[in-house]
């Protein structure tokens, strides 16, 4: 049996839109995020290989899952996500629900409201930023914002790649309801340029989860770790400028990705809005304190 490692795309760290174990992060850390990137990364391209069936697909993933839980060793990247995870006494279920989104990937092609997509989510984006909070022991209080973060990110990436979604891999992320209250097809997620019903569903969508993105914008205000703060702040401007640009272009036909030399000038401005907020917290802090 081909091994998953064969089947990657070739995407890393580098590639993604938003820091994957950066510089920010604590050194000590690195090692269990890269390893957790790469065995997600590896599922995750499965699940969208051009030319595997579904069977062949479901069949590499239940091997990835049996062998993260001791049941192998022939997955390199689930060997070591298996022993990063029992050097930090940490269990798999971040990984272990990652993989019933990769699982939904290969078998549900449609999504029929809003809801079904946030529970797509709980399985595809949520487990990412759950799995980040634990790794620097943070509080499951912090979950719920950080929910609502990882679903806007991954639903701005929908709404960025709804045409390539549609034309290599017939998967619609747009739910159904949507687009009919709009009178857009899915049809029209093959054109070159959207029609204005398609666009106008596409806009109310990006507005919608600017809504989401906000209901996360307290996140750090719970997060202790200061470097863990930066890398949030990072993603969240991230995601705040690339949601404006779904507000207002089209996906089929303009740019609504952040060029490189955006990335960082947002990254510079991202940490040190966050690092002046939490040098002013400080001594707020104390003087409510009596200090």
Same mark, same amino acid.
């Given at each position: 049996m081909t091994t998953a490692s064969e089947l990657r795309s070739g995407k890393t760290h580098? /590639?993604?839109?938003?820091?994957?174990?950066?510089? @920010? @992060?604590?050194?000590?850390?690195?090692?269990?995020?890269?390893?957790?990137?790469?065995?997600?990364?590896?599922?995750?391209?499965?699940?969208?290989?051009?030319?595997? /069936?579904?069977?062949?697909?479901?069949?590499?993933?239940?091997?990835?899952?049996?062998?993260?839980?001791g049941r192998g060793d022939s997955q390199p990247e689930a060997v070591r996500?298996?022993?990063?995870?029992?050097?930090?006494?940490?269990?798999?279920?971040?990984?272990? /629900?990652?993989?019933?989104?990769?699982?939904?990937?290969?078998?549900?092609?449609?999504?029929?409201?809003w809801d079904d997509l946030i529970h797509y989510c709980r399985y595809s984006a949520m487990p990412v930023g759950r799995f980040m909070l634990d790794v620097h022991g943070e509080s499951t209080a912090t979950w719920p914002a950080s929910d609502?973060?990882?679903? =806007?990110?991954?639903?701005?990436?929908?709404?960025?790649?709804?045409?390539?979604?549609?034309?290599?891999?017939?998967?619609?992320?747009?739910?159904? /309801?949507?687009?009919?209250?709009? =009178?857009?097809?899915?049809e029209m997620l093959g054109l070159d340029r959207s029609p204005?019903?398609?666009?106008?569903?596409?806009?109310?969508?990006?507005?919608?989860?600017?809504?989401?993105?906000?209901?996360?914008?307290?996140?750090?205000? =719970?997060?202790?770790?200061?470097?863990l703060g930066l890398e949030i702040a990072v993603i969240q401007t991230f995601a705040d400028k690339i949601v404006q640009l779904l507000k207002v272009r089209d996906p089929l036909s303009e740019r609504v990705h952040l060029r490189k030399h955006q990335l960082a000038a947002y990254s510079i401005g991202g940490m040190t809005v966050e690092l002046a907020r939490r040098l002013w917290r400080r001594p707020v802090a104390k003087r409510t304190a009596g200090v």
């Open positions: 580098r /590639d993604e839109n938003f820091p994957v174990a950066s510089w @920010i @992060i604590h050194p000590r850390h690195r090692a269990l995020i890269l390893a957790f990137y790469n065995f997600v990364r590896t599922a995750d391209d499965i699940a969208d290989h051009a030319t595997l /069936d579904a069977a062949a697909k479901l069949a590499h993933l239940d091997l990835l899952e049996a062998e993260l839980l996500l298996r022993e990063a995870f029992a050097a930090r006494g940490m269990p798999p279920r971040h990984a272990l /629900d990652l993989l019933v989104a990769f699982r939904m990937d290969v078998t549900k092609l449609r999504y029929e409201n609502a973060v990882c679903a =806007g990110l991954q639903i701005n990436n929908h709404l960025q790649d709804c045409g390539k979604d549609f034309r290599v891999l017939n998967r619609v992320y747009l739910p159904r /309801d949507a687009l009919a209250a709009a =009178g857009a097809s899915v204005p019903p398609l666009l106008q569903c596409l806009h109310t969508l990006a507005r919608r989860n600017e809504a989401l993105l906000n209901e996360g914008r307290a996140l750090n205000e =719970g997060v202790a770790d200061t470097r």
